[in-house]
């Protein structure tokens, strides 16, 4: 007999008709807020980018445009057919740009997120889809790392990539005061750990990547396989101990796809007892 005080598997299997019918019905004054945004600690949107255009190549290949025309709206394409999308701009690093958006009206459901850098030009993309073959509501994504072309910037022979940094390190993320407050451990190259601080009941382990824009600044993202299938991704800047993110994927709802922010406190330990109290290490217990 299950044990009562553990979490039991909450999520249903959606057929990719589910998943695209959900994701129709869903407008954008829905799926751009969630429980986990609009904290204390939400970088405001911003307008900075706003009349300005960006021509990006990736060395995979892939050309992209980005024009701002509102604060909250952008044009974009991949080549000849142009979209437009509500978006979110986000920064809390000097010259470095958080983008988010979902593709209106994607088959499969489709969101990008973008990591602009105006020092020196380069620039992440990440496409993520709904469209697992196994579990149509799970999260399946590509990184794509490249440089804008069209202002000014001297290419300088590099690229964001992929890192270790991060793996052995562990993080509290606050959200809200008196609400969600996490723990991750970056536990290897491909994989990280959660676990709740407030609700210790849980926690999981789930693919994950991590990405070096700058020193002390590094995307860490995940999927939730195995679980609601979402994405989490991330833009953090350990000198402000503060990051910039979003979430996509499918609730009861519909989808979801919208931004959050949260404070950070290193953590020296990979256990965590309930309330913030006495954590074991090694062989005996220390405060």
Same mark, same amino acid.
């Given at each position: 007999?299950?044990?009562?005080?553990?979490?039991?598997?909450?999520?249903?299997?959606?057929?990719?008709?589910?998943?695209?019918?959900?994701?129709?019905?869903?407008?954008?004054?829905?799926?751009?807020?969630?429980?986990?945004?609009?904290?204390? $600690?939400?970088?405001?949107?911003?307008? @900075?980018? /706003? #009349? =300005?255009?960006?021509?990006?190549?990736?060395? *995979?290949?892939?050309?992209?445009?980005?024009?701002?025309?509102?604060?909250?709206?952008?044009?974009?394409?991949?080549?000849?057919?142009?979209?437009?999308?509500?978006?979110?701009?986000?920064?809390?690093?000097?010259?470095?740009?958080?983008?988010?958006?979902?593709?209106?009206?994607?088959?499969?459901?489709?969101?990008?997120?973008?990591?602009?850098?105006?020092?020196?030009?380069?620039?992440?993309?990440?496409?993520?889809?709904?469209?697992?073959?196994?579990?149509?509501?799970?999260?399946?994504?590509?990184?794509?790392?490249?440089?804008?072309?069209?202002?000014?910037?001297?290419?300088?022979? $590099?690229?964001?990539?992929?890192?270790? @940094?991060? /793996? #052995? =390190?562990?993080?509290?993320?606050?959200?809200? *005061?008196?609400?969600?407050?996490?723990?991750?451990?970056?536990?290897?190259?491909?994989?990280?750990?959660?676990?709740?601080?407030?609700?210790?009941?849980?926690?999981?382990?789930?693919?994950?990547?991590?990405?070096?824009?700058?020193?002390?600044?590094?995307?860490?993202?995940?999927?939730?396989?195995?679980?609601?299938?979402?994405?989490?991704?991330?833009?953090?800047?350990?000198?402000?101990?503060?990051?910039?993110?979003?979430?996509?994927?499918?609730?009861?709802?519909?989808?979801?796809?919208?931004?959050?922010?949260?404070?950070?406190?290193?953590?020296?330990?990979?256990?965590?007892?309930?309330?913030?109290?006495?954590?074991?290490?090694?062989?005996?217990?220390?405060?």
């Amino acid at each position: 007999m299950p044990d009562k005080d553990r979490a039991q598997r909450r999520w249903s299997h959606f057929t990719q008709d589910d998943v695209q019918r959900m994701a129709k019905a869903t407008p954008p004054e829905e799926y751009r807020h969630g429980e986990w945004g609009e904290g204390p $600690y939400m970088p405001a949107h911003v307008s @900075d980018l /706003v #009349g =300005r255009r960006f021509e990006m190549v990736f060395d *995979d290949g892939i050309k992209a445009v980005y024009e701002f025309l509102e604060t909250e709206k952008l044009k974009w394409s991949f080549g000849e057919e142009e979209h437009v999308d509500f978006c979110d701009v986000h920064t809390i690093t000097p010259d470095l740009y958080f983008v988010n958006h979902y593709v209106v009206d994607s088959c499969p459901p489709e969101a990008h997120q973008v990591v602009l850098d105006l020092s020196n030009g380069l620039v992440t993309m990440n496409v993520a889809t709904m469209n697992h073959p196994i579990e149509p509501r799970d999260v399946m994504r590509t990184f794509h790392f490249g440089f804008i072309t069209n202002c000014g910037f001297e290419d300088p022979g $590099y690229r964001h990539d992929f890192t270790t @940094d991060m /793996v #052995g =390190r562990a993080i509290y993320w606050t959200y809200h *005061d008196h609400g969600p407050r996490i723990k991750h451990m970056y536990t290897t190259p491909f994989f990280y750990t959660v676990s709740g601080v407030r609700s210790p009941d849980w926690a999981a382990s789930n693919p994950a990547d991590y990405v070096k824009i700058r020193d002390g600044v590094y995307i860490f993202s995940f999927l939730e396989w195995r679980q609601s299938g979402a994405q989490g991704f991330f833009l953090m800047d350990f000198y402000q101990m503060h990051d910039v993110g979003c979430f996509f994927g499918m609730e009861p709802e519909g989808i979801v796809c919208y931004t959050v922010g949260a404070k950070g406190e290193w953590a020296n330990y990979l256990y965590t007892m309930p309330d913030d109290g006495p954590r074991k290490t090694g062989f005996g217990w220390e405060k």
